[in-house]
């Protein structure tokens, strides 16, 4: 047998752990690496991306949505350095991914030689759970096994450095011998449930609550039927941060949906009326929207002890796995009579889509971006994966996409970084090629790295078994979050030459690469733009001409503070007409009566 270099046992490695994607892009600090991908028939996949920063944001996509550790490589230097706002991500959305990165050879380190970065001064933050250097070839398995190890235990990035030269050394492996560390694969995760008495703690605030509301976010994913079932017999409410937007149907009638300023009013009621409050596996930041302190008794469920306790004071904190601490609570929950508080929930619920419907079919010139998500939401298929960008995108997401279903959706939820909205969806297409996929861009993010990312599309759809990838884009020559918030936080009119943006044709470049392009500039070309999207056969741009004036107006904004808070702003916004007549018009939906002919 001939003899193997690092670099093969790496890939054999990976193999071995089961890692069928690497996301990358090359570079002459990891040509030892490159070099081994050839000879292993390129096993596992090198996915070229773009740019380093989208292999990162590639392989936080394929680890958030196929519940596996995802896997991404860079060179040296430049390359590495590139890497680091993805493992960013990855990091504050507690994502587990690998990063392999190159570095100079030993014999030049320390010599000011190019390219040479202190990598592990780089990494220290961000891959701080586990960060090592390959310096011999004994080393490689321990330190790979163990950064993959930690990513999946602590939930965060680790980062393994190789030098260019050990890429190249023959691998010899560690030997029954002293300062040598032998490591083994794989890895059986126990399920973790508190004591009995703080269960019982737990239960008896729980039982003794008459109006429960339940946060449940990302960490209750697996715990669907557990939280299903505790809120039937607490008779509770349920909200979601971002996060969590894909743990419970939002056809359920007591989901509230999403909270914060990208919420929902049911929501914002809901915890602002609720006597009772149980986290599931939530980091929610914003406790402004939370119970008042000592209005409600609390409890929390997380995995980890060291983000438990974090945003509420609550009585008890267990630290567990979520669906396994709620199947031992639930033998010791009391079964709540049906009444008013979950009755007022659910009418809050029904009234909040009815407005969401009544806000997206608002005029506007020329489209209303609400329209957009709305007619998307009725024609989502029910296995379909959503990712959303940062930006107004996460606005119009958090609110009008109802999530049913198998459904999947994500975005940069605590970093909120631009950028990750095309590339998480491709990362989505290779963690599950037998799924639709839709990115929801604005387009200040589409000019920054989602046209390159479409490149990267038009390499490898034809490998994907369903070749849907639909990328929206929110058109609308503004950079429009960041525009409102001028305005709303800080009292400043539109500022045009940072905020408005150059006008680029996307469907046109779409076109230029070989994928489906539609153009839409009128509201009733939306529905029938979806369809050929989501119908067809290969990767589609639907390029859409969004009015920049429609408010993301927060939930617990009332009409007269919307009326004040346009008023004031017009002087000196060139958009101040569009600003104060569409934010009235949309804010109004919410005071008028709907189809039942109820008001708020």
Known sequence: M??????????????????????????????GLLAAWGRAENKPKFVQARHEEMAAFEAVGYAKFGGRFGVCAATSGPGAIHLLNGLYDAKLDHVPVVAIVGQTARSAMGGSYQQEVDLHTLFKDVAGAFIETVNVPEQLPNVLDRAIRTALDERAPTALIIPSDVQELEYSAPTHAFKMVPSSLGVEWPAITPEDAAVRRAADVLNAGEKVAILAGAGARGAREEVMRVAELLQAGVAKPLLGKDVLSDELPYVTGSIGLLGTRPSYDMMKDCDT???????????????????????????????????????????????????????????????????????????????????????????????????????????????????????????????????????????ATMGPGVPYGIGAKFACPDRPAIALVGDGAMQMNGMAELITIKRYWPEWADPRLVV??????????????????????????????PDVDYAAFAASLGLIAISADKPDQLGPAWDRALAADRPCVLDVRCDPNVPPIPPHATFEQAKDTATALIKGDEDAVGVVKQGLKTKLQEFLPHRDGSNR
């Open 2 to 31: 001939a003899s193997q270099t690092v670099a093969d046992h790496l890939l054999e490695r990976l193999r071995e752990w089961g890692v069928e994607t690497v996301f990358a892009y090359p570079g002459d600090g990891i040509n």
């Open 277 to 415: 409050l149980l986290i599931v596996g939530s980091g929610f930041p914003y406790t402004q929207f939370m119970p008042e302190f000592g209005q409600a008794r609390a409890v929390q469920i997380d995995i980890d002890a060291k983000f438990i306790g974090l945003r509420y004071p609550n009585e008890v904190n267990l630290v567990g796995d979520s669906a396994a601490t709620l199947r031992a609570l639930i033998p010791l929950l009391e079964q709540k009579q049906a009444g008013k508080w979950r009755e007022q929930i659910e009418s809050n619920v029904a009234r909040w889509w009815q407005t969401m419907e009544a806000e997206a079919m608002v005029d506007a010139d020329p489209v209303n971006p609400m329209r957009l998500f709305h007619e998307l939401s009725t024609r989502l298929p029910d296995d379909a994966i959503v990712a959303a960008d940062s930006g107004s995108a996460a606005n119009w997401y958090a609110r009008h996409l109802r999530f049913r279903g198998h459904m999947r959706g994500s975005l940069s939820g605590t970093l």
């Open 472 to 501: 929206a884009v929110l058109h609308n020559d503004d950079l429009n979050q960041v525009t409102w918030e001028m305005r709303a936080m800080s009292g400043a009119p539109k500022f045009t030459e940072s905020q408005t943006l």
